[in-house]
């Protein structure tokens, strides 16, 4: 299968906390794991990545964790700021030269 | 801007007449992608190139639907007869792809309405 799983849908959470989505694919051949972002109106725009080599990956206030034997990857985001407000996807690499998306979590930073 | 490039931004289109995009990728790119993307869903994988090879093409897509790239650098997507179900956000992307996995850079997308 091609598919890649991704929840929650929708995430609020208060200025400051962190959030984490998860996602989970299903083709054990996916190596890459890329996140976007993507505000209203306009293109997704890569945040962060991680190879299937590599288990976590931190940039500054984000970071991505991989399980290669269950076949999840989340994305973390702690000291949460407005400008965080967006919708983000993960996505995976099935066999073949693809990148597949997930339907995307709608993150709402609370003032 | 030396950064992915679609045109027309807007089509509105009536049902049942032809529409053709157009995808300037970034100049050094091999690869490029076509997505369709609809209000809420994450972008849905159409169809890809390497240089002007077309090597996959999405089992959900039409018959309809046809993308070209004829020397490996600009691309057209094509839908002929369109329907009202074919309204949404056609992004395009590129990446360079070496000896492994480099991100995608999308364009503005150009966004199809059917009448």
């Known amino acids: 299968g091609e598919n890649v799983e991704q929840h929650p849908s929708t995430l609020s959470v208060q200025e400051g906390d962190s959030a984490v989505i998860k996602c989970t694919y299903s083709d054990s051949a996916s190596n890459y794991f890329p996140w976007y972002k993507q505000e209203l109106g306009k293109r997704p725009q890569l945040i962060i990545d991680i190879r299937s080599n590599v288990g976590e990956k931190k940039d500054q206030r984000i970071a991505v964790t991989l399980n290669k034997t269950a076949k999840h990857f989340s994305l973390h985001i702690t000291e949460t700021q407005p400008e965080d407000s967006a919708v983000y996807f993960c996505?995976?690499?099935?066999?073949?030269?693809?990148?597949?998306f997930g339907k995307g979590t709608r993150l709402h930073i609370l003032p | 801007d030396t950064g992915v490039s679609q045109n027309p931004r807007h089509k509105i289109t009536k049902r049942g007449q032809n529409v053709t995009f157009r995808c300037d990728p970034i100049?050094?790119?091999?690869?490029l992608y076509w997505y369709r993307q609809t209000l809420g869903q994450g972008p849905e994988f159409l169809t890809y190139f390497q240089n002007e090879a077309q090597l996959e093409k999405s089992r959900l897509l039409s018959d309809r639907f046809s993308a070209e790239r004829p020397k490996g650098s600009f691309s057209t997507l094509e839908i002929q007869r369109t329907e009202q179900g074919d309204s949404a956000m056609y992004l395009c992307a590129s990446s360079f792809q070496g000896s492994g996995w480099s991100p995608l850079h999308f364009g503005n997308g150009t966004r199809l309405t059917v009448t």
């Open positions: 100049s050094e790119h091999n690869r």
């Open positions: 996505a995976a690499t099935p066999t073949g030269d693809k990148i597949i």
